[in-house]
């Protein structure tokens, strides 16, 4: 008989992150409970337990209920035992967060800035994650990490490679943040960071087949397909915003015509404006209008609404998902998109694929990128962190 047998440092890692993710998804939890549904003996329980108390990432509390013995004791996930930071990056605005290590927002700062050169919004960028750090509580690990989520193509080392939105290419962004802050920094793209705040947090906590649309000046998706963030080959899938809406249409920043965000974004929307308003206009001035029922702003939503439908109509044949979640700062117009998008779906997308869909906005209105970020940094910490020692 062949024994299958694993490197015993990696075994042990393995379980030690499984009794810590069951005692803070699950608990409070005893150490027999967590022996029982995890399979593990009693004494690794107690081992791997007795460590993460030392770490200060699990904590006991007063007595569960006896079942007959001795009464147990319970542990509890310490939230406070360190804090994260995630940062949306949009076209005009940055929003800050930080947040305990179960995705709790302590504190946050927003931002908006009319520049668009590098230099000046990673200053602003380092400003805003510095106002977070001053309001930082005190704790065993301080600041673990930054996550940045940002509006165009990133590759794995963290390199922005293009953001046609802000007309940067080929910026290093992990790089520049960690020699700045000297901790752990991830990039993604924002779509992708709040497709996931979505799944941990929000809308999309019980479905496994998300199709998450982020539509604010541009328009990106974010993927949960079986439970899981699908980023593509090289981490660049999303880019559904580039998809061609309209054959012969207009020219778009990334070289292509026709994209589907020159439509059905917040910038067409206020392109679509121009014509009607003389005055600077804005996303909310044009709710607070159609709020007054000012029918030319009405109907310019309703023709945003019947192109995101489009869109969204060719995603739902395409992924048979089970929700779509429409976030980013469109999500603000619900009311008013929210009719001409059903209509699409109704008349237009398949009905196989129409029946099980829910379609619904998001319910962490403008945070779904921020805490998105910030739960990537959470598991990175948690689970292959400097805390814990690898001997691979
Ligand atoms: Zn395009």
Redesign the pocket.
Known sequence: MTRITGNPHLIKKINKSLVLDMIKSQGPLSRAEISQRSGLNKGTVSSLVKELMDEELVYEIGQGESSGGRRPVLLLFNEKAGYAIGIDLGVHYIIGVLTDLQGNIIKEKQTKFPQKDYSTVLTLIKETINELIALMPESRYGLIGIGLGVPGIVDKEGRLLFA?NLGWKDIPLKQDLESLFHVPVIIDNEANAGAYGEKRKGAGQSSYNIIYISAGMGIGVGFILNGELYRGTNGFSGES??MIIEVDGLP?????IG?W??YASEQALLEGAKPILSDEVSLEKLIELAESKRQEITSLFGRIGNYLGIGINNLINTFNPEQVIIGNRLSMAKQWIFPAIQQVIAQRTLPYHRTNVDIQFSNLSIYSTALGISFFVIEDFLKKGERIEVFL
């Open positions: 046609p915003g580039h778009c920043r990334c070289g292509s994209c965000e020159l």
